[in-house]
T-cell receptor, first 115, second 107 residues
Framework: EPEVTQTPSHQVTQMGQEVILRCVPI?????FYWYRQILGQKVEFLVS????????KSEIFDDQFSVERPDGSNFTLKIRSTKLEDSAMYFC?????????????FGNGTRLTVT | QKEVEQNSGPLSVPEGAIASLNCTYS??????FFWYRQYSGKSPELIMS????GDKEDGRFTAQLNKASQYVSLLIRDSQPSDSATYLC???????FGKGTSLLVTP
């Protein structure tokens, strides 16, 4: 079964450094998402992306964050200058269609640790 | 702020019993509702989706939706120890997640 893949599985970085989290959505999916989950807390929506532009973003997704689809397969989340509070699990997800009954498929996540 | 509320638990049930998980939401315009299961350190996995009032059954799982009461629930029949996980309620394209209910099924 096709799946969403994320790399790396674990990233450790120092405060103030830039990080790029990578995702390869399922190949025929058109809608892409990033979520984060701070340890012990809920899954929080960050941003959705369609047709090479952001379609929706949350309050968390401030100027420190950016997303890009640099080629036909990768979808990346960049954090420009990491803070300690950015430490979390970051999940990429994709869906085939925009219709409300099109299921969301999650990747296995990248655990980001900011020291 | 569109809220999705769940009792964090833990909810403990004996093996073979019915587990009942509940969720309320604040956005009356929501059309889609999802239940995800999340094992510790893993990504959410879709179990059920429901879009209209009433019950929807899939194997041991039944989702129930009441839009008037802004309430959605998940019943797990014949609970197994492998069902022990956190169950996340999600609303509206899964953009809004509840904090999740931790379920523990004891042998």
């Amino acid at each position: 079964e096709p799946e969403v893949t994320q790399t790396p599985s674990h990233q450790v970085t120092q405060m103030g450094q830039e990080v790029i989290l990578r995702c390869v959505p399922i190949s025929n999916h058109l809608y892409f998402y990033w979520y984060r989950q701070i340890l012990g807390q809920k899954v929080e929506f960050l941003v959705s992306f369609y047709n090479n532009e952001i379609s929706e973003k949350s309050e968390i997704f401030d100027d420190q964050f950016s997303v890009e689809r640099p080629d036909g397969s990768n979808f990346t989340l960049k954090i420009r200058s990491t803070k300690l509070e950015d430490s979390a699990m970051y999940f990429c997800a994709s869906r085939e269609k925009s219709s409300y009954n099109s299921p969301l498929h999650f990747g296995n996540g990248t655990r980001l640790t900011v020291t | 702020q569109k809220e999705v509320e769940q009792n964090s638990g833990p909810l403990s049930v004996p093996e073979g019993a019915i587990a009942s998980l509940n969720c309320t939401y604040s956005d009356r315009g929501s059309q889609s509702f999802f239940w995800y299961r999340q094992y510790s350190g893993k990504s959410p996995e879709l179990i059920m989706s429901i879009y209209s009032n009433g019950d929807k059954e899939d194997g041991r799982f039944t989702a129930q939706l009441n839009k008037a009461s802004q309430y959605v629930s998940l019943l797990i029949r014949d609970s197994q120890p492998s069902d022990s996980a956190t169950y996340l309620c999600a609303v509206s394209y899964a953009l809004n997640f509840g904090k999740g209910t931790s379920l523990l099924v004891t042998p």
